[in-house]
């Protein structure tokens, strides 16, 4: 279990703790990869005032972290936007 404290940590690190399994990691991975950078730009500097400093999954990850926690916008309400989008690709 993750507890508060811990999740001042970098997010991604928490998140590939968190599976035991390689075949749950590999995949786990590559849906928050695909999810991740569905999130333009643009959305981290409406809501943080900056870009993430690059498209890599641990940098995505910790400023998708800092979205959720800034914004009273919860990350699913992120996320349904994004899984449409996702869709029609």
């Known amino acids: 279990m993750i507890e508060l404290e811990d ?3 970098n997010p991604y690190d928490n998140f590939l703790e968190s599976m035991r399994s390689s075949e749950t990691k590999r995949m786990y991975v590559r849906n928050l990869k695909m999810f991740l950078n569905l999130i333009p730009n643009n959305i981290f500097e409406d809501y943080l005032g ?3 400093k690059s498209r890599e999954i641990d940098v995505l990850a ?3 972290t800092a979205l959720a926690k ?3 916008m919860q990350p699913n ?3 349904n936007p ?3 989008k996702s869709k029609k690709m």
Do not use: I
Request: no cysteine; charged share 35%; net charge neutral.
């Open 62 to 64: 910790t400023s998708f």
């Open 77 to 79: 309400k992120l996320s």
């Open 82 to 84: 994004m899984s449409k």
């Open 7 to 9: 999740s001042e940590e």
């Open 50 to 52: 900056e870009s993430p």
């Open 70 to 72: 800034k914004t009273s």
